[in-house]
């Protein structure tokens, strides 16, 4: 049966883009999508108090990821972005479900699988958290586009909590890495997928580690890309020169996150506390 063609004509592009992620990870896909759509309005949805995600039952991780959707919805967003990659491999369906093509949703991890399935890569690692891992998605993801691509996935629960405690460039995540990329699972890779969009926040001492041996992918940047060519192709973007509004909401508001919002988004971000 041929897939009916999805309808947003109910939509406006003056509409703000929704996104949500269990803690900072998220931020790094939220910057993209202000560089390259600097003309958007966003709100964010930090699940602080629940994170990480990655260590919850699946459950669990779509019973926040549903609730912080219908937040969104409420909030009148024209794009869901599922920022974290547990949520996705655990709670996409039930998202979508909830939506019910009322809005597009945008995951982390299918326009990635897809566009490394397609690219030259042969042994592709994936890091990612044990929600994720146990998931298999990327696995199956890439595999579906391109079954000759040989996958292997390392579960590195350990860096999600570093992030959030904010031990960027700091001996413990230094001893982390090389504990974790040293892993016979990853011997041979030629590629490594951060299936975390925490890790990108890590992304220089991963690169440094593996110095030019292994190609590090840049999942916030094909995220963007992605939504964008929805948004465009439903003529939904936001042409319109204006002054963007950034609206954060968190369930427990956290030094880490304040510091990092501040850091990507500029000094005058309000951060909201909102509870579920």
């Given at each position: ?60 991780i ?21 920022a ?73 629960p350990?860096l ?73 192709k ?31 988004f ?11």
């Amino acid at each position: 049966m041929k897939k009916k063609k999805a309808d947003y004509s109910h939509l406006s592009a003056s509409q703000p883009i929704g996104i949500f992620d269990s803690g900072v990870g998220g931020l790094t896909v939220a910057k993209e999508i202000k560089r390259l759509l600097p003309n958007e309005d966003l709100i964010y949805f930090g699940d602080t108090k629940h994170l990480p995600y990655g260590e919850k039952s699946r459950e669990a991780i779509v019973g926040y990821s549903t609730k912080i959707t219908q937040f969104l919805l409420d909030k009148n967003c024209k794009a869901i972005v599922v920022a974290c990659n547990s949520a996705t491999a655990n709670a996409l369906h039930e998202v979508q479900d909830l939506v019910a093509e009322r809005v597009p949703v945008i995951d982390v991890i299918n326009p990635v699988a897809e566009k490394v399935a397609y690219e030259i890569h042969n042994n592709v690692g994936v890091i990612a958290t044990k929600a994720t891992v146990n998931s298999g998605l990327y696995k199956k993801s890439i595999r579906k586009h391109n079954k000759f691509i040989k996958v292997d996935e390392l579960a590195t629960p350990l860096l999600v909590p570093a992030i959030e405690e904010g031990f960027k460039n700091h001996p413990i995540t230094h001893s982390i890495i090389y504990n974790y990329l040293s892993n016979n699972k990853l011997k041979n890779i030629e590629t490594l997928i951060l299936g975390c969009t925490h890790y990108p926040l890590l992304i220089d001492e991963i690169k440094q580690y593996y110095g030019n041996r292994v190609r590090v992918i840049d999942s916030p940047n094909i995220v963007a890309h992605q939504l964008k060519m929805i948004l465009d192709k439903h003529h939904l973007l936001n042409e319109e020169p204006h002054q963007p509004t950034y609206h954060f909401y968190l369930s427990d508001i956290t030094k880490n996150f304040e510091k990092t919002s501040k850091k990507f988004f500029g000094k005058a971000i309000d951060l909201e506390l909102k509870v579920l």
